[in-house]
């Protein structure tokens, strides 16, 4: 069973940086898609970035975009969303998730396989 945690939320100030970080366990995730979306209060959840296990490849939504960078550590099966100059619509519960069809596209416009619980993130103006 794949499990995933995530951790590094918090209260920050805009323009502060933030660096989010998924554990994950329970099964070789060579094959697959790895990714971050986000709900804010009175929204529905959104895609925000995801990466290839294996092939590093990277996709990011539109306001993501030179703001925040996903990478993942194979050897401690971690994944992080470093996100830079934040922004307080930047505020949101932030959930990481697994795909196992390791398609970064795919997992941004269907519902992946697995999710953490969620970190909430907090920018205040």
């Known amino acids: 069973q794949v499990h995933l945690v995530e951790s590094g939320g918090g209260l920050v100030q805009a323009g502060d940086s933030l660096r989010l970080s998924c554990a994950a366990s329970g099964r070789t995730f060579d094959t697959y898609a790895m990714g971050w979306f986000r709900q804010a209060p009175g929204k529905e959840r959104e895609f925000v970035s995801a990466i290839g296990w294996t092939s590093g490849a990277t996709s990011y939504a539109h306001f993501a975009r030179g703001r925040f960078a996903i990478s993942r550590d194979s050897a401690k099966n971690t994944v992080y969303l470093q996100m830079n100059s934040l922004k307080p619509e930047d505020t949101a519960v932030y959930y990481c998730?697994?795909?196992?069809?390791?398609?970064?596209?795919?997992?941004?416009?269907?519902?992946?396989?697995?999710w953490g619980q969620g970190t909430q993130v907090t920018v205040s103006s």
């Open positions: 998730a697994a795909d196992p069809r390791g398609n970064i596209y795919l997992l941004a416009i269907s519902e992946p396989d697995y």
